[in-house]
C-alpha cells in the first residue's frame, strides 16, 4: 500500500464519521470496516477488522478481530486474530489479546495476556494477568464467567473454569475450576526471616 492509498482510506474513512485527529501511523486495510463516531489516534493499525460505533482506539494493532461499539481500547494494545470483544470494554495499556471472545462491560485494564479463553460479562481483570494457554504441545482453552473478578498478578494454567462471581486473590496461580460465587486463593503464605549480620 502506497501512502497515497493509505490516506485515501483514511479520507473515506472520516467522510463516514470516523475521526482521525492526526494520520500519523494510522494504517486502515480495505477490508475492515467501522461505524461512525468512532475516533482513531496515532499509531492505529487495522486489518481485517469490523469495529462497531463510539469506539476509541490508541495506539491499537488489530487483525482478524471484532470490536464492538462503545469499547475504548488501548494504548498498546495488540489484538490478535480470533478475538472478539463485545460492548462497552475497556482494554488498556500493555495488553495482548489472541483468539479470545470477552463479553460486554468487561474491564482488562493493563499488562495482561489472555490468550485461548472465553470470558463473560462485566468482569474485572487486574493488571498482570497471564493466561497460560500452551502447555508445550497443544493450546487449551480457559472460560471465566460472567462477574468473576480475576485478582492482580493472576497466572491461569489452562484448561480451567472459573465460575460466576467467583474472585481469585492477588498473585494467585489457578490451576484448578474455581465454582461459582467462590474465592480462590493459590499462593503460599508469606514468612519474614531474620537476617543474619
Not at 493488571?127 to 498478578?153: M, P, Q
Amino acid at each position: 500500500m502506497t501512502n497515497q492509498q493509505r490516506l485515501n482510506i483514511i479520507d473515506r474513512h472520516i467522510a463516514a464519521g470516523v475521526q482521525i485527529p492526526c494520520a500519523d501511523g494510522v494504517i486502515i486495510c480495505e477490508d475492515t470496516v467501522i461505524g461512525a463516531d468512532t475516533t482513531i489516534y496515532p499509531g492505529t493499525m487495522l486489518f481485517n477488522c469490523h469495529v462497531g460505533e463510539r469506539v476509541t482506539l490508541n495506539n491499537v494493532q488489530a487483525e482478524d478481530c471484532e470490536i464492538g461499539d462503545d469499547c475504548k481500547i488501548g494504548p498498546w494494545v495488540h489484538l490478535r486474530p480470533g478475538t472478539k470483544l463485545g460492548r462497552a470494554l475497556r482494554v488498556g495499556n500493555f495488553v495482548e489479546i489472541k483468539n479470545a471472545s470477552i463479553g460486554d462491560g468487561t474491564k482488562v485494564s493493563h499488562l495482561s495476556y489472555i490468550g485461548d479463553a472465553t470470558l463473560g460479562k462485566n468482569i474485572n481483570v487486574g493488571c498482570g494477568l497471564a493466561v497460560a494457554n500452551y502447555d508445550g504441545k497443544s493450546k487449551h482453552r480457559s472460560v471465566i464467567e460472567d462477574g468473576a473478578f480475576i485478582g492482580c498478578n493472576n497466572s491461569i494454567v489452562a484448561p480451567v473454569h472459573i465460575g460466576r462471581n467467583a474472585y481469585t486473590a492477588a498473585g494467585s496461580v489457578i490451576t484448578e475450576d474455581v465454582p461459582e460465587n467462590t474465592l480462590a486463593i493459590a499462593r503460599s503464605r508469606q514468612v519474614n526471616k531474620e537476617r543474619k549480620k
